[in-house]
C-alpha cells in the first residue's frame, strides 16, 4: 500500500509578497490614515469624489443613451420633464433637455470631459511647475530670476484670463480647423498654463531649502547628476505640499473648463461638459425647464465641494504642526 501524499499549502514568502504586505501595514498604520478614519465628512467627501469619478468611467454602461450621438436623440422627446413629475416619462430619470438629451445620460458624459480635462490640465500644470521649480531651486541665479520674474508677472492676472488668452489665441489660430478633440486640447493646454505657477514657488522653496543640506552635498561627491539629484533626492522632500495643491488645483481646474463653457469658450454643445450644460440650460431656466440646469449644477457642486474637502483635509493631514 503505497503512501498518500498529502498537499500543503506554501505560504507566499516571495520578496514581491513581503514588500507589498509590508507596504500595506505601513499605510494602515500612518498618521494620515489615522486622521482620515477619525474625519466622517472626510470619508463621505472621498467617497463622493470616488463615486463621481465611477460614474464618469461607467458612463456608457449606466446612461440610457450616447447623449454626442445624434442619431439616438429625437426632438419629440425634448423638454420632458423628470420622472416623477406628472409630465415624467420612462426611462428620462431626469428629463430631457431641448434636443431630446436624456439629462442623466448627458451629466454622466459631460462629468467625464470634466474630468478629463481638469485631471490633465493639473497634470500639465503639475509637470511645468515642478520642472521650472526645481531648475530655478537648484540652479539660482539668472535662471531662477528669470522664472519667478515670469511668475510673478502671471500671478498679477486671474487664471480664468490665462485661460481665455490662451483659448482665444489657439481659436483664432486654427479657426474652423478646431473640432470638439482639438477644442478639449486646448482648454487642458489653457488651464494647464493657469495653474504652473503655485507648483513652481513651492517647489523652488522647498529645494532652496534641501540642496543645502548633507545628503546632497554627499550625493554631489559620488558624482551624482544633477536631474538625478532633483528627482530621486529633492523631489519626494516636496511631494506633501504638491499632493495638497495638486487635490485643491483639481478643483479649480474643473470650476476653470466649466467657466469657459459657460461662457461659450469651451465645450461644443455636441460634446458637452458639465458647464456646457449649465450654459444650455440656463435659456431655458426662466421658460419653467429648470431641470436643463438644475441637475448639472448640483452635480458641479457637488464634485467641487467632495474635492475641496478632500484638500482641505490633506493640507492639515500632512501639517506637522498639527500632528
Known amino acids: 500500500m503505497s503512501d498518500a501524499v498529502v498537499p500543503h499549502r506554501v505560504e507566499p514568502n516571495t520578496p514581491t509578497a513581503r514588500a507589498g504586505t509590508n507596504w500595506l501595514r505601513r499605510a494602515l498604520d500612518s498618521d ?9 465628512m472626510t470619508m463621505v467627501a472621498a467617497a ?10 461607467f458612463a456608457s454602461q449606466l446612461a440610457v443613451q450616447n447623449p454626442f450621438d445624434p442619431a439616438q436623440l429625437q426632438l419629440m422627446n425634448s423638454r420632458i420633464s423628470p420622472i416623477w ?3 415624467g416619462q420612462t426611462p428620462f430619470l431626469l428629463g430631457t ?13 459631460g462629468l467625464r470631459i470634466s474630468l478629463v480635462v481638469g485631471v490633465l490640465g493639473v497634470i500639465l500644470a503639475g509637470t511645468l511647475g515642478i520642472t521650472l521649480g526645481l531648475i530655478a531651486g537648484y540652479v539660482g541665479g539668472a535662471v531662477d530670476g528669470l522664472i519667478m520674474r515670469i511668475a510673478d508677472v502671471q500671478l498679477t492676472f486671474p487664471a480664468i484670463l490665462i485661460a481665455l488668452l490662451v483659448n482665444g ?28 505657477v503655485q507648483y513652481a514657488r513651492t517647489v523652488r522653496g522647498s529645494v532652496m531649502v534641501e540642496k ?3 545628503y546632497v552635498a554627499a550625493a554631489q561627491l559620488i558624482g ?3 536631474p538625478k539629484i532633483m528627482l530621486r533626492h529633492v523631489l519626494p522632500n516636496a511631494m506633501g505640499p504638491i499632493l495638497v495643491i495638486a487635490t485643491i488645483n483639481l478643483a479649480l481646474a474643473i470650476i476653470t473648463e466649466a467657466t469657459l463653457s459657460f461662457l461659450g469658450a469651451g465645450m461644443p454643445d455636441t460634446m458637452p461638459s458639465l458647464g456646457t450644460l449649465i450654459r444650455i440650460g440656463n435659456n431655458y431656466l ?11 449644477g448640483l452635480a458641479l457642486a457637488g464634485l467641487i465641494l467632495s474635492i475641496n474637502l478632500l484638500g482641505d483635509w490633506l493640507r492639515d493631514a500632512l501639517n506637522p504642526k498639527l500632528r
Open 169 to 196: 489665441v489657439a481659436k483664432s489660430v486654427l479657426g474652423n480647423r478646431l473640432d470638439a478633440m482639438s477644442t478639449l486640447g486646448v482648454l487642458v493646454i489653457a488651464i494647464g498654463l493657469s495653474f504652473w
Open 97 to 109: 433637455d431641448e434636443q431630446g438629451r436624456d439629462v442623466f445620460s448627458a451629466i454622466l458624459y
Open 85 to 87: 413629475t406628472a409630465e
Open 212 to 214: 543645502n543640506k548633507d
Open 224 to 226: 551624482l547628476p544633477a
Open 286 to 296: 426662466f421658460a419653467g425647464e429648470w431641470w436643463i440646469v438644475a441637475f448639472p
Open 32 to 40: 494620515i490614515f489615522y486622521s482620515f478614519r477619525r474625519s466622517r
Open 48 to 57: 463622493i469624489t470616488v463615486l463621481f469619478f465611477l460614474l464618469a468611467i
